[in-house]
């Protein structure tokens, strides 16, 4: 009998593990915790969004559709985002749909690093950048955002700027922090890349969720930095459906070409009667519209609901999470506060640690408020504990 072998093989991402968010979530189940560490809500989307994707599946759309993604959907993109930031892509040649932001963001680094370049990103930041860029044989540059106020440092960008840097990542709203960039922050940004040939990869999937009279300053606003943006979006944080993995890329002609010959081999396009469905949902602008104060109602419930306990909270002023400061509450690292947290109190959340290469610690952990408010009334109350 031939002896059965399995022949080894030289990992692409040696370093890349169990997420701390499978930790966490198998934690919080075994536990019977409130799981306010992943980011994704725990009620439905709107009936009218089902509704309008089960009637293209009983009309008959359920083969490919165009591998740029349906039209109708493009078009909708394009006339929102023209409503909203003032500048119009054309729905032929600069938007294409995407399987989620993570799928759009993973294409355009494949698209436009190769071996050797060099991508900014700034920490902390999404767990996906990393891999991402090392998959495609470019070098990560890490660039700290300030600790605690998680404002960018201008300083500290500039200097990591080289004529190998290929690309620079930024996320606003910011996960995990909830930052938001201010106009005078992108106007910098427009500023220091202005002489340079850096992409700029935009992860703007929380851009429905600012609150306080803020605006998104997304970077389509501005003139300069569009011509050299890719910007991303999502629908399933904008409409709370996370399962369906669906978002877009808007992005000049010359790049989305060069996006485009990626996306056809990696994903070739995506759910068709979910598209025919979100084009025509969008036709009606209040669900993204009213996104802010629906958000803010709940990020305002669970703040008050925090004053009572040790935390010291971090301004929350976008996407659905709240970071909060242990440092009164435990000498626990930020790791093990969270493993505590949700054994012995009941209340899962996640470390800010692990959005940086270091492991750098400041006693800032994140939850997730994007919940039902019985779901944040009852993290509450176990959370008065402390």
Not at 70 to 96: C, F, N
Not at 215 to 220: G, L, T, V
Request: charged share 20%.
């Amino acid at each position: 009998m031939t002896e059965q072998h399995t022949p080894d093989i030289q990992s692409r991402l040696p370093n890349v593990g169990t997420t701390i968010f499978t930790v966490m979530s198998a934690l919080a189940s075994e536990k019977g915790a409130v799981n306010l560490g992943q980011g994704f809500p725990d009620f439905d989307c709107d009936p009218r969004l089902v509704d309008a994707v089960s009637k293209a599946m009983h009309g008959g759309l359920n083969q490919y559709p165009s591998m740029l993604g349906v039209a109708e959907l493009r078009q909708a993109v394009s006339d929102k985002v023209t409503s909203l930031y003032g500048h119009r892509y054309d729905p032929v040649s600069e938007i294409t749909i995407t399987a989620g932001a993570t799928q759009a963001i993973l294409t355009i680094i494949l698209a436009i690093v190769n071996p050797g370049d060099e991508v900014i990103v700034l920490e902390p930041c999404y767990d996906s950048y990393v891999p991402n860029i090392e998959l495609a044989g470019g070098k990560v540059v890490r660039v700290p955002l300030t600790p605690h106020s998680f404002r960018p440092d201008f300083d500290k960008i500039s200097a990591a700027l080289t004529p190998r840097t290929r690309a620079l990542i930024i996320n606003s709203p910011h996960n995990p922090s909830g930052m938001v960039w201010t106009r005078e922050e992108m106007l910098k940004l427009q500023e220091i890349l202005a002489p340079t040939e850096v992409l700029l990869i935009s992860d703007e999937v929380y851009e429905h969720m600012v609150f306080d009279g803020r605006a998104h300053e997304s970077a389509i606003r501005f003139p300069a930095l569009a011509a050299r943006s890719f910007i991303v979006s999502s629908f399933g944080k904008t409409y709370h459906v996370t399962g369906w993995k669906v978002g877009y890329v808007a992005a000049p002609a010359a790049l989305t070409a060069e996006f485009r010959k990626v996306h056809q081999f990696n994903v070739f396009t995506v759910n068709t009667p979910v598209q025919y469905g979100l084009a025509s949902y969008m036709a009606d602008p209040r669900p993204y519209l009213d996104l802010p104060a629906f958000y803010s109602a709940k990020r305002d419930l669970f703040r008050q609901g925090l004053e009572t306990t040790r935390f010291r909270m971090l301004p929350g002023e976008g996407t659905y999470f709240q970071c909060v400061d242990i440092s009164s509450v435990s000498d626990l690292s930020e790791v093990e506060f969270c493993k505590w947290l949700t054994a012995e109190i009941g209340v899962a959340a996640i470390p800010l640690s692990v959005f940086y290469g270091d492991g750098f610690d400041q006693r800032v952990v994140r939850f997730c408020f994007a919940k039902r408010d019985e779901t944040l009334r009852t993290a509450l109350q176990r959370l008065s504990k402390l």
